[in-house]
């Protein structure tokens, strides 16, 4: 089980280093020199986090990537959500229908404050203390 997929970590990496620049526009070529990440792979991570408001894009000559808010707002765990959705150690079904014994069921209760505790966590992590 990977609790941060590779997209996600890669996302990670880039916003820190976006956001560790002040407010200078980042450029695309720059991000990939400094973390030797594919240019393509790069680029469509980028976009999707431009789409969801987590970066903003600049566009044209001198163009590239900016962090919209400051890094102390952003945390890991709203970046993971962007590229893994919400986290979930245990979906509670059973034959893709939720568990008959699921009111009842011990581990359930167990992983669920496991769950909130792993979310909370990752909430607590800002990129601002990442880049410190």
């Known amino acids: 089980m990977k609790l ?7 996302a990670i990496r880039a916003v ?8 200078k526009i980042v450029p695309v070529k720059e991000l990939v020199k ?6 393509s792979f790069l680029r469509k991570l980028l976009q999707k986090l431009n789409k969801e408001g987590m970066l903003k894009s600049h566009k044209g000559k001198g163009g590239g990537f900016t962090l919209p808010v400051a890094p102390k707002s952003m945390t890991v765990g709203d970046l993971l959500e962007v590229f893994q959705g919400r ?9 893709k229908k939720p568990c008959p014994n699921i009111k009842y069921c011990k581990l359930k209760k167990r992983l669920d ?4 505790r792993t979310i909370a966590e990752l909430k607590s992590i800002t990129i601002g203390s990442l880049i410190k």
Do not use: S, W
């Open 87 to 95: 986290i979930r150690l245990n979906e509670h079904t059973f034959r």
């Open 34 to 39: 400094c973390m030797g990440i594919p240019h």
């Open 16 to 23: 820190c280093y976006i956001a560790a620049q002040k407010k």
């Open 113 to 116: 404050v496991i769950e909130q």
């Open 4 to 10: 941060v997929t590779r997209d996600a970590d890669y």
